[in-house]
C-alpha cells in the first residue's frame, strides 16, 4: 500500500504548505503549520456514496418532485426560545453547530435540549470531555431523568457512528468535536485536518439516518469557532452562544440558518436549576426599575425578527491631555467613535478631550445600527449632566454628515416601545409613516439630523 502524502497545515485556518513556514501566507498567524498526513481517499468516497444512497440518488429531477416532507417535519426541542432560533424545532438529517465561550452554558443548553427531544425518541450524548457520571450528576441538577438519554463516553468516530447505527437516535449530541477524531487521519484530536474529516464523517451520518446532530465547538481568543471555516459550511445551521459569566442572561443567536431565518435570537437566564427563557427580554434589558439618570436613554433595536428594547448607558469625563479613552461593552468600538466624531463635527460637543464609555445593560450585544441616534443621546445626556425622560424611547441611524436615516421594521419597534410604557420615542422622519401604522397610543417625534435631535432631547 502506497504511504500517505504529508503536507503541511495552518491550525488556525487550514492553509496547506508543502514545505514548513514560520508564518502562515493566508491569515498571517506565526508558529501555526504542524505536519499531517492526507486522509484516505477511498474510505472518504466509500463513506460519502453511502451517506448519499449510492449512485441512484445522483440521478437529477424536477424540483417539483422532490420530496419535501422529510425536511418538513421538525424535532421540538422543549424550549420555545431554542424552537425560535432553529426556525421551529430541529430538522431530521441537519447538523448545528453551537459554539461559545467556556463556562457559557453550551453544555446546559446541550443536555437541556436531549432532555426535551427525548420525549419523541431515544438521545445519544457523546461525552468528549466528561466522565458520564459528571454528565449524570449535571442532568440531576437540570432535573432530567430520561432513560431515553444515553450516555457514550467515546472520542473515536467508529465507535460512535457504530452506536448511531445501533440505537438510530432521533437527536444525537457530540461534546465536543475539538476532542472527536479520526483512525483514517495521522493528526493530534483538535488539529484543523481531523475536525474537519470527523465533522464530515459525523454530518454525513447524520444525512444518512435522518437524526439531528448537535456540534458542540470550543471557541478562540478573538470569538470564533475552533478548527477549520469548512466545518462551518458543512453544518446547515451555527449558533453561538454569548453573555458575560458575570451577568445572569445567555444570548443564543444563529449566525447561519438553511432552515429558519438568520440572525434570530434567543434569550436565557442562568439559574442553578439550569437555563430558564426569557419571554420578555425588553423589561430585562431596558431597566424595567430604572430611575432618571445622566447618560441613561432606551432604544428599541430587532435582532433577527423580534423587536428588542435595550438601555445604553454612557459615561463622558474629562481625562488627561491626549490620554483619551474609548470603552464600549455591547456596541460596536469603532462604530461608538464615528459618532463621539459626529457630535463633535456637528454639534460642537469637545469630546476628544474627554473619556468615553458606552455599555448596554444586561451585557447584550447589539450590532443594529439604528441604535446610533440613542448612542448619541446617551453621549450628549452625559456630557451635560442632564437626564432624559425615563417614558422616552429613541432610534434611528446616522451617517458621516449628521444625518438620520430610517430604520428597519419601524412599526414593530415603536409598538414594542409602547407595549412596555413608554410615552414618546424619537425616530427618523422617514420611518413616520411606518411608525403611524403601529395605531399605538405613544407620541412619535421625526428628527431628520442630528442637529434636529439635540433640539428635542434638549440642550
Known amino acids: 500500500m502506497a504511504s500517505k502524502k504529508t503536507f503541511y497545515s495552518c491550525q488556525q485556518c487550514g492553509q496547506r504548505s508543502a514545505k514548513w513556514l514560520g508564518r502562515c501566507t493566508a491569515c498571517g498567524e506565526w508558529n501555526s503549520f504542524v505536519e ?29 418532485e422532490v420530496d419535501a416532507e422529510r425536511d418538513a417535519a421538525r424535532l421540538a426541542t ?27 452554558g453550551k453544555s446546559t443548553l446541550s443536555l437541556q435540549l436531549a432532555g426535551g427531544a427525548a420525549a419523541a425518541g431515544p438521545v445519544l450524548y457523546v461525552a468528549g470531555e466528561e466522565a458520564p457520571a459528571q454528565v449524570r450528576l449535571r442532568a440531576q441538577r437540570l432535573g432530567i431523568d430520561s432513560p431515553s438519554i444515553l450516555v457514550l463516553a467515546a472520542t473515536r468516530t467508529d465507535a460512535i457512528l457504530a452506536a448511531m447505527r445501533e440505537h438510530k437516535p432521533v437527536l444525537s449530541i457530540v461534546d465536543s468535536i475539538q476532542t472527536v477524531h479520526t483512525q483514517r487521519v495521522d493528526s493530534a484530536p483538535g488539529s484543523v485536518t481531523q475536525v474537519r474529516e470527523a465533522g464530515a464523517e459525523l454530518v454525513s451520518a447524520a444525512r444518512e439516518l435522518g437524526m439531528g446532530l448537535v456540534l458542540i465547538g470550543h471557541v478562540t481568543k478573538e470569538g470564533f469557532i475552533a478548527g477549520p471555516r469548512v466545518l462551518e459550511h458543512m453544518v446547515d445551521t451555527v449558533l453561538y452562544f454569548e453573555g458575560d459569566k458575570n451577568h445572569v442572561f445567555r444570548i443564543l443567536r444563529a449566525v447561519k440558518n438553511r432552515f429558519g431565518p438568520g440572525g434570530e435570537i434567543g434569550v436565557f437566564e442562568m439559574a442553578a436549576d439550569g437555563l430558564r427563557e426569557v419571554h420578555n427580554p425588553s423589561e430585562a434589558f431596558a431597566g424595567a426599575a430604572r430611575k432618571e439618570a445622566p447618560g441613561s436613554v432606551v432604544t428599541a433595536c430587532v435582532e433577527g425578527s423580534r423587536p428588542l428594547l435595550v438601555e445604553v448607558q454612557a459615561l463622558v469625563a474629562p481625562s488627561n491631555p491626549g490620554c483619551a479613552r474609548r470603552t464600549t461593552l455591547g456596541v460596536d468600538h469603532g462604530r461608538v467613535a464615528m459618532l463621539a466624531a459626529v457630535m463633535e463635527k456637528r454639534l460642537g460637543l469637545a469630546l476628544a478631550s474627554h473619556d468615553i464609555f458606552v455599555n448596554t445593560v444586561g451585557g447584550v450585544r447589539i450590532d443594529d445600527p439604528g441604535v446610533d441616534l440613542a448612542v448619541i443621546a446617551a453621549l450628549a445626556s452625559s456630557f451635560v449632566d442632564r437626564a432624559q425622560p425615563v417614558d422616552l424611547a429613541v432610534l434611528g441611524e446616522v451617517g458621516l454628515t449628521g444625518e438620520v436615516r430610517a430604520v428597519s421594521q419601524a412599526r414593530a419597534r415603536v409598538r414594542e416601545a409602547a407595549r412596555l ?35 428635542v432631547l434638549g440642550r
Open 36 to 64: 499531517e498526513r492526507e486522509a484516505d481517499p477511498d474510505a472518504r468516497a466509500s463513506l460519502s456514496g453511502a451517506a448519499a444512497g449510492g449512485p441512484a440518488a445522483e440521478r437529477a429531477v424536477a424540483l417539483v
Open 421 to 455: 410604557g413608554f410615552q414618546r420615542i424619537v425616530l427618523p422622519t422617514a420611518s413616520l409613516t411606518q411608525a403611524a401604522e403601529s395605531g399605538d397610543e405613544i407620541e412619535v417625534i421625526g428628527v431628520e439630523s442630528v442637529e434636529d435631535a439635540w433640539e
Open 78 to 104: 422543549g424550549s420555545g426560545e431554542l424552537d425560535r432560533v432553529l426556525g421551529g424545532g430541529m430538522v431530521g438529517g441537519s447538523a448545528v453547530l453551537l459554539g461559545g465561550d467556556p463556562g457559557i
